[in-house]
């Protein structure tokens, strides 16, 4: 995807050196690439350099006389994005325009706020990027700890919080406007409930929910196609290549794994079904010679809050599906369509009032992660942030059912993985997220909870799309239809897996480690790649930049277990990486904690 760095007056009256936009476009190539940039400037007051995406056809600069329109990520609208309003656009975008007759300046940031865009103010100037990381390096910014300890702890950054001291992240739906007297900012847009859904039956519910859900899925792929779509064994992405193939795109599925995994099976039994073209995408059997120049490349990309050993092999996948097209559609967002975000309320999730937060944060935020790998425990701090800042994203909606203030929580929280798993993804393709457009998402949130209380509204959904995939296993255990009393005992699988993810769970925050096996436990190329990684950091704990964040034995012994294949605490390990590579590409050190 495209991106943009920025250096934008205050002050009116002011002027922005054009040498500054330069060293701040070098930061940006330095971490992501040798990408030509392309200039614009409003005056002197502010000076922009724009990075086209991988796609050659893609506007990422688009210009009418002295008036532009910057574009980090995917706009779109009817009309030429320089005669449409901001709080039009939709997509996952970031956008800076100038319009030269009034002199105005807009920053805005998408509806849903996936796309990441992030600001700095210094010395009477803001500082904007699509990427935080770049921001960091051309500031010398310094990095926060208990930025840094809410990553390691929950694995991403949502909401307006990030890795690095008075950096922060754009939230969805705002524009900041220069006005004369400096910077404005304003809501622009922000989900509401429609009454006349939520009076829907759930017969009914699913017929309304299908329009705006394919009008999405076309939005985001009509432009360039042919068009991929994620498919694995699970509902979402199940519903997403229906729904695209009822939009008329032209498109490919594809499946990450091996042979033997259990949602490569069942994605080649849906696309045969279905008479889709499929692809399989195997991680090279040399990952281990390939991964440090990966990780390299993800640091660059992931921005400091996405695991850098995850991410190179996504990378490497979309490296491979870039060839024959590069439009991604991924089905993040797709749980709103049932009950997921909000399991934790056990029976009260129609209930309004404040939402139980504190569950939310321990049980859908934070994962289980060994206290003895950090000097100081930093738990409760974490915490206490995390519940001040999600209290805030519901407060608006406390009259709302408790199940409504969670999907919106789940919506925040997944501008930290989804939206950023899909910024990310520009390194190679466009990667899109059409349930997370404005009237397909604000459509299922108004569902009425009670209908989408488990898989029977989804499940609907996937019938009424096409009852022969429906009736197909899914990875959950059970077929993707609604359960009868002729199909019941197909879904006996799923009740068993529910109650061991549960038991796991339990014995996981009790015990402050989890017991189910991390994703590709046992693959010995994945093992080969942290060694790599391993060995070009270094195992020297005080010489890291990181370094004061951890408890010296016990780093040193998870990286002496690097190259286990079977390593349970891979997830952290990760996550360290990540957090001591991100500081070495910004030059910056933790001081103290």
């Given at each position: 995807m495209?991106?943009?760095?920025?250096?934008?007056?205050?002050?009116?009256?002011?002027?922005?050196?054009?040498?500054?936009?330069?060293?701040?476009?070098?930061?940006?190539?330095?971490?992501?690439?040798?990408?030509?940039?392309?200039?614009?400037?409003?005056?002197?007051?502010?000076?922009?350099?724009?990075?086209?995406?991988?796609?050659?056809?893609?506007?990422?600069?688009?210009?009418?006389?002295?008036?532009?329109?910057?574009?980090?990520?995917?706009?779109?609208?009817?009309?030429?994005?320089?005669?449409?309003?901001?709080?039009?656009?939709?997509?996952?975008?970031?956008?800076?325009?100038?319009?030269?007759d009034?002199?105005?300046?807009?920053?805005?940031?998408?509806?849903?706020?996936?796309?990441?865009?992030?600001?700095?103010r210094?010395?009477?100037?803001?500082?904007?990027?699509?990427?935080?990381?770049?921001?960091?390096?051309?500031l010398?910014?310094?990095?926060?700890?208990?930025?840094?300890?809410?990553?390691l702890?929950?694995?991403?950054?949502?909401?307006?919080?990030?890795?690095?001291?008075?950096?922060?992240?754009?939230?969805?739906?705002?524009?900041?406007?220069?006005?004369?007297?400096?910077?404005?900012?304003?809501?622009?847009?922000r989900?509401?409930?429609?009454?006349a859904?939520?009076?829907?039956?759930?017969?009914a519910?699913?017929?309304?929910?299908?329009g705006?859900?394919?009008?999405g899925?076309?939005?985001?792929?009509?432009?360039?196609?042919?068009?991929?779509?994620?498919?694995?064994?699970?509902?979402?992405?199940?519903?997403?290549?229906?729904?695209?193939?009822?939009?008329?795109?032209?498109?490919?599925?594809?499946?990450?794994?091996?042979?033997?995994?259990?949602?490569v099976?069942?994605?080649?039994?849906?696309?045969?079904?279905?008479g889709?073209?499929?692809?399989?995408?195997?991680?090279?059997?040399?990952?281990?010679?390939?991964?440090?120049?990966?990780?390299?490349?993800?640091?660059?990309?992931?921005?400091?809050?996405?695991?850098?050993?995850?991410?190179?092999?996504?990378?490497?996948?979309?490296?491979?599906?870039?060839?024959?097209?590069?439009?991604?559609?991924?089905?993040g967002?797709?749980?709103?369509?049932?009950?997921?975000?909000?399991?934790?309320?056990?029976?009260r999730?129609?209930?309004?009032?404040?939402?139980?937060?504190?569950?939310?944060?321990?049980?859908?935020?934070?994962?289980?992660?060994?206290?003895?790998?950090?000097?100081?425990?930093?738990?409760?701090?974490?915490v206490?942030?995390?519940?001040?800042?999600?209290?805030?994203?519901?407060?608006?909606?406390?009259?709302?059912?408790?199940?409504?203030?969670?999907?919106?929580?789940?919506?925040?929280?997944?501008?930290g993985?989804?939206?950023?798993?899909?910024?990310?993804g520009?390194?190679?393709?466009?990667?899109?997220?059409?349930f997370?457009?404005?009237?397909?998402?604000?459509?299922?949130?108004?569902?009425?909870?009670?209908?989408?209380?488990?898989?029977?509204?989804?499940?609907?959904?996937?019938?009424?799309?096409?009852?022969?995939?429906?009736?197909?296993?899914?990875?959950?255990?059970?077929?993707?239809?609604?359960?009868?009393l002729?199909?019941?005992?197909?879904?006996?699988?799923?009740?068993?897996?529910?109650?061991?993810?549960?038991?796991?769970?339990?014995?996981?925050?009790?015990?402050?480690?989890?017991?189910?096996?991390?994703?590709?436990?046992?693959?010995?190329?994945?093992?080969?790649?942290?060694?790599?990684?391993?060995?070009?950091?270094?195992?020297?704990?005080?010489a890291?930049?990181?370094?004061?964040l951890?408890?010296?034995?016990?780093?040193?012994?998870?990286?002496?277990?690097?190259?286990?294949?079977?390593?349970?605490?891979?997830?952290?390990?990760?996550?360290i990486?990540t957090?001591?590579?991100?500081?070495?590409?910004?030059?910056?050190?933790?001081?103290?904690?």
């Amino acid at each position: 995807m495209s991106g943009f760095v920025a250096i934008i007056a205050d002050d009116p009256q002011a002027d922005v050196p054009e040498e500054s936009i330069g060293d701040f476009a070098e930061a940006y190539v330095a971490l992501r690439g040798g990408r030509t940039g392309l200039r614009a400037d409003a005056g002197s007051r502010a000076r922009i350099c724009v990075f086209d995406g991988p796609d050659p056809a893609s506007e990422a600069l688009q210009r009418r006389g002295d008036s532009w329109i910057a574009v980090g990520g995917v706009a779109h609208h009817p009309a030429p994005l320089l005669e449409a309003p901001v709080d039009e656009l939709e997509g996952q975008f970031a956008v800076l325009r100038h319009d030269a007759d009034t002199g105005a300046l807009t920053l805005a940031s998408d509806p849903l706020g996936m796309f990441g865009l992030f600001v700095g103010r210094r010395d009477g100037r803001t500082y904007a990027s699509t990427s935080v990381l770049a921001l960091a390096k051309h500031l010398r910014t310094p990095p926060d700890v208990l930025g840094l300890h809410t990553y390691l702890l929950a694995g991403y950054h949502c909401g307006s919080r990030t890795s690095w001291e008075g950096l922060e992240r754009i939230a969805g739906g705002t524009a900041i406007e220069w006005e004369p007297a400096g910077p404005r900012r304003r809501t622009y847009w922000r989900p509401e409930i429609d009454p006349a859904v939520r009076r829907l039956p759930i017969g009914a519910a699913v017929d309304r929910c299908i329009g705006p859900a394919i009008e999405g899925v076309r939005l985001a792929g009509a432009d360039r196609q042919p068009v991929w779509s994620d498919l694995t064994g699970g509902y979402d992405s199940r519903l997403l290549s229906l729904l695209t193939q009822a939009a008329g795109l032209d498109f490919s599925v594809s499946t990450s794994g091996e042979p033997e995994d259990e949602d490569v099976q069942l994605a080649r039994l849906i696309s045969q079904r279905a008479g889709w073209d499929w692809t399989l995408l195997e991680l090279p059997d040399d990952w281990g010679d390939r991964a440090v120049d990966a990780v390299t490349e993800a640091v660059g990309w992931g921005d400091s809050s996405l695991d850098v050993l995850q991410l190179a092999t996504v990378l490497e996948r979309h490296r491979m599906k870039a060839p024959r097209s590069r439009r991604l559609l991924n089905g993040g967002g797709g749980e709103h369509y049932w009950s997921y975000a909000w399991q934790h309320e056990y029976g009260r999730s129609r209930r309004s009032g404040p939402g139980n937060v504190d569950a939310w944060v321990r049980i859908r935020m934070l994962r289980p992660v060994p206290a003895e790998v950090f000097a100081r425990d930093p738990r409760p701090e974490v915490v206490a942030d995390l519940k001040s800042r999600m209290g805030a994203v519901i407060e608006p909606y406390r009259h709302e059912p408790r199940a409504t203030q969670a999907d919106l929580l789940y919506a925040h929280k997944s501008t930290g993985h989804f939206g950023a798993y899909a910024a990310a993804g520009g390194a190679h393709l466009d990667v899109m997220l059409p349930f997370y457009t404005r009237e397909s998402f604000t459509t299922a949130l108004s569902v009425d909870p009670r209908h989408r209380f488990g898989h029977r509204f989804y499940s609907r959904l996937i019938e009424r799309m096409d009852p022969r995939i429906a009736a197909l296993p899914t990875a959950k255990g059970g077929p993707a239809q609604p359960a009868r009393l002729t199909n019941f005992h197909r879904f006996t699988p799923y009740y068993l897996r529910l109650g061991e993810k549960g038991f796991n769970k339990v014995v996981g925050r009790v015990l402050g480690r989890s017991f189910r096996k991390p994703a590709g436990a046992g693959d010995p190329r994945l093992a080969a790649g942290r060694a790599a990684v391993v060995s070009h950091v270094g195992t020297d704990v005080g010489a890291w930049r990181s370094g004061r964040l951890y408890g010296a034995d016990h780093l040193t012994q998870l990286l002496a277990d690097a190259a286990r294949p079977e390593l349970r605490a891979s997830v952290l390990l990760g996550r360290i990486l990540t957090v001591e590579l991100s500081l070495r590409a910004a030059d910056a050190t933790v001081d103290g904690v």
